[in-house]
Structures are given as structure tokens and as C-alpha cells.
């Protein structure tokens, strides 16, 4: 290449969006733009050591990867440099110039004018390195691939308003030298000492030498020195790691400020060898967690010290998306590919090690730390249900991870176990019972539930949107069947022995059954005496494979076909209100009063009125005191 001539080019909108709330919303943390150039500057090296698993020759003149860090006091500048994989011109403006990342239009959405909130979205965000501008009023990049010949070096230069410069240079050394230009009250960086405090602080565990010069009468002197501890950390014993590694080491890993919750780190030996340190995160991430089961990423495949791929997909089910960290092989071919990764022994093996070990991670929490498991769940605890689903092999271990809400606990908090509820059942229950409902006021406020609370029989309240398809797999847990509460018949543990009672009732509201089926014809598909209530007039009843009316709803809400199907009345002939309709000898009446029966029992189900209007109408009828008024 020989252009000469600088070219002067503008930033992407979005890129100056950032460049100004980075510089403004962080400046308390600012001491973090090391760490970021560290971070890219490490990435770099290990973007090249693996390439030159194949091109052995990218490497051969300058065989060891690190990293080089001067100042200098009277050009006031400090510099991060690494001999890593470096970047072509237009990798400069596409990766410098420009916001590649999808979620960068959603992170600056999802901003509100809450500094302190902005601060960890931006955290969360990965600031990289726009950082070098909260420090620095100028930043100087220079950079050439590990590729490309020494003419075809790349300058680049900005003071980070709206504009860079770019221009062709001659560069003799691979990699990329990141120059900043202090701002004049940033004199704190122009010390070793210092500079030495921040690179142990953040980068000690980076795999790469970090070397500064050795300080002399408080300037640089020629002498270099290694100051971070070089080698990746999860190859380091387990005795010498304290606390404040292992969290340096997961923020590292690119995921802001937020400190872990919880890990786990283990070597295993065998036949064959790997090491997984797996974190747990204290909260989701700002983006597409949820929404993303198809871009999972936080688990970095490793292999004998060479960083692969992000392989969270092939190392972890999906229900386990939320897990950070590393896991390094001995035996894995180094040119292994994502295909091979999908269909390889080993890696199913280490696959079901991740599972085991984080599941005996939470199970920890559960056991010994309740507070952070509270955090644990109420962050990932849906998630943690698609497991039920999706890994028949261990359901039972998910299951008893999982906390609800329910009759005895009269909070919303999801607190309760399924251990704690078998724990507590009356002698003689059947089933651990169970309702999912839309919101926990409408589960809790059931009728549904009436006998069951009159019995003293305790009831899960599901309310989150997963609950209903999540118990679908949940047939028993610890050898007890659980059971809807709003469906199927209920069985003699709540209906006591009288048999005999239940169908001489059922026997006298024959008359009463036909009035109401008649009225509502094709809209219901059975009308029968009911077992569940005690207070409420009416409530509706499912089949065991009927879809509840409030996910009926939902799955419509997102243009799903669902077919409609009748659903079942059941009423309580002992209650004031059906007994005026036994007794009301007014046709029209009588359908009033009918249907709106089934259409209260439909509204505290959670189903959709078909038609809100006619139901309006009715109900001011009827307070009017006449069907025709
Ligand atoms: N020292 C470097 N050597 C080679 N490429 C680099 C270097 N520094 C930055 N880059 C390139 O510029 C891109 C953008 O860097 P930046 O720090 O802004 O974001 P990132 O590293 O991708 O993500 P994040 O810092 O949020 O984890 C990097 O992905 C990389 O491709």
C-alpha cells in the first residue's frame, strides 16, 4: 500500500453516542481503561497464537506474545503495546469507526438519564476501547497485521469528537501500540508505580507477560520487568487463588463491574483431562438473555492454554445460558471445529461435567448460602425451569432447585420447595397440588382452590409464564404425582370418604345442570356440580391435556393458532346465586344469569371474554333487577 496522505473520516452517530457517555458516565471509574486496553491487547495474542497453529511462520521472528507498557513524563503519553494478531486498515475503521455489535442500538435504547443505572449498563456493555477517552483528550493507534508486510503499517488518530484520522505507515513490528495523550489533570498515570498497582489490580491473571519499565528517579528506565502473574489463572492451584482472584478473573472475562456470585473450579484427570472454572453471574445481563437462546456466549473453550472459540453452546444446555467462564482441555485436537464440537465424544463428556457441576453449585447455594441463592433464583430461576424440560436425566435435581409461591407462605416471594412442601403434607395427600394462573393474585384468589384451602391442603401458586409448559414435564417429583388443582377430578384426600353424599347432591341439581346447559349451549362443553368450590358460585375445570385459559391467551397475544376448545363450568348448587337461577322461571333471565356464571368463572380463570361489550350489557341488567331493562 502506498497512500500517503491521511485521510480524515467521521465516526458512525452511534460511535459518538458512546464516546460521550463513556467518557462521562465512568469517570469515576476511569482507572478501568487499562484494564480494557490490557483486555484487547491480551485478545489480540490469542487471536494470533491461534492462527499460528496453522501458519507457524506469522510467529517465528518474534516468538513470545506480551504485552508492553511505557511512559513517558514530558510527551505526557502512556502506551499499550502488544505483538499480537494487529489489524489491517480496514479492520481499523470497521472494528475503531464503527459499532459492529448488534446489541448497541438496544444498549443505547435501554439507557435512562439515571447515572447511576447507566454506569453498570455501560459496565455491562463493555466499554473497550472508546475508555482510552475518559483519560486521554487524544488517542494514537498504530497497528499492522501479523500478516502483512512492514510497509503496510496503519496510523490512526483521533480526539475523539466525531472525527479520526487514518493513514498508511511503515511499521516494523506486528501488533498494535495504543498511544494515549493525557489530559492535563491524568498526571496520575504517569507513574510506575501507580501503572504497576492497576496492572496486579485487573490484569494480573492475563496469560501474556505484562511488562513496564522498572521506575529510576521517577522516570522509565530501559530496564523491563514482568509485573503480572502470566499464567491463566485457572491452571494455577486452587490453595493460592484468593476470593479477589477469581472475581478479577470473571470481570476480565468481559461482563462489567458486577462481581460474580458464586464458582466453581475443578481439575479433573482420567481419561481425559480439562479444567472448568464455571461462575455463576448475580444477574442477567442487559441484553438478549432471555430472547437469546440462539447467541449464547460466555463459556471460552480452551484448549492446553490456547483460547478456542466461545463454545457456550456446545459446552452447556441452553437452560444453563447464564453460566460464565473457562474451560481448558488437555485432549481436544487443537483444529477443532464448531461441527466437530457438536458431534464429539469428549466433549459430551466435559458437556455433562459442566451440567453436574454447576447443579451441585446451586445445590450448594441452596444448602449453605440462602441469600445468594434467593439472587440466584430470582435472576435465573426461569431459566433454570426450561431444565425441566430439557434434561430428563437430571429433572429431579432441577426440580428441587426450583421455589414457588404457595397457599401457606401468603407472599408472592417464590420461597417454597418442593422438598419443603412434601415435607409438610397432611397424612393421607395424595398429590403435591399445584395452580398456574397469570399474575399471584389471580392464582391466590382462585376458586378453584376453595376446598383445597378448606381442607387445609397447601397449593404451588405458578405464576410465571414458563410455569404451565415447565409442570407439563414435571409428572412426579420424589415419587409424589403433582397434580393441577384446576383440572381432573380431585381425588378423596380433598373430597373426604362420603361418596355417597357427593352424588345425591349431584342426583338433586340435575334439573338445575340441564337449565344452565341449555342456556349456554355450545359454549360450554360440560356443566357439572363441582368439588373444588365451597364459597365462589362457579368456577371452570380442565381436562388433563386442556391448555389454561390465561397461556390460551398469551400464545394468541403472539399470533399463535390456538384451537379453541369449550371449556368445562363446574358450579355449586349450594350457593344464593344458583339457586335463584333454579328457582328463576324467566328465559331470558335465566340466560343472563347463566352466562354470567361463566363468564366470572371465565374472567377469574384468566381467559379472554369474546365478547367484553354483551357482558357490560348483562351485568348492568341484572344490577337493574330486570333481563329486558
Ligand atoms: N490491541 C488490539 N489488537 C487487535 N485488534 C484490536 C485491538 N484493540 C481493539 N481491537 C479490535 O477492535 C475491536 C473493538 O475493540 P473494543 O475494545 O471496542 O471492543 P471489544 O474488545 O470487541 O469488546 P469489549 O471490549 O466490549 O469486550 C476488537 O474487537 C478488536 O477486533
Redesign the pocket.
Known sequence: MNATAAETRKFEAEVDQVLHLVTHSLYSHKEIFLR?LI???S??CDKLRFEALSRPELVQDDAELRIEIRWDPEARTLTVR?N????SRD?VIG??GTIARSGTRRFLESLTGDARRDTQLIGQ??????SAFIVADKVTLT?RRADAAPGEGVRWESTGSGEYTVEAIEQPWR??A?TLHLKADEGEFLDGWKLRELVRKYSDHVAFPIRLPKQKDGKPGDELETVNHASALWTRPKAELKDEDYQAFYKSL?YGFDDALAWTHNRVEGSQGYTLLLYLPERPPFDALFAGRDERKGLKLYIRRVFIMDASEQLLPAYLRFVRGVVDSDDLPLNVSRELLQHNRLVAQIRAACVKRVLDLIEKLAKDEPEKFKTFHTAFGNVLKEGVAEDPANRERIARLLRFASTRSESAERTVSLDDYIARMAAGQEAIYYLTADTYAAAKGSPQLEALRAKGIEVLLMYDRIDEWMVGYLDSYAGKKLRNAAKGELGSDVLGADAEARKQAEKDAEGLLKKLKDALGERVREVRVSQRLTESPACLAFDEYDMAPHMQRLLREVGQAVPASAPILEVNPRHALLRRLDAEADAARTQDLALLLLEQAQVAAGAQLEDPSAFVQRINRVLLGGATA
Request: glycine share 24%; hydrophobic share 35%.
Open positions: 480494557e483486555s484487547n491487547a485478545d489480540a502488544d499480537g494478531i494487529g489489524m479492520e472494528n475503531i456493555f463493555g466499554v473497550g476501547f472508546y497497528t501488533g498494535t495504543v468481559g
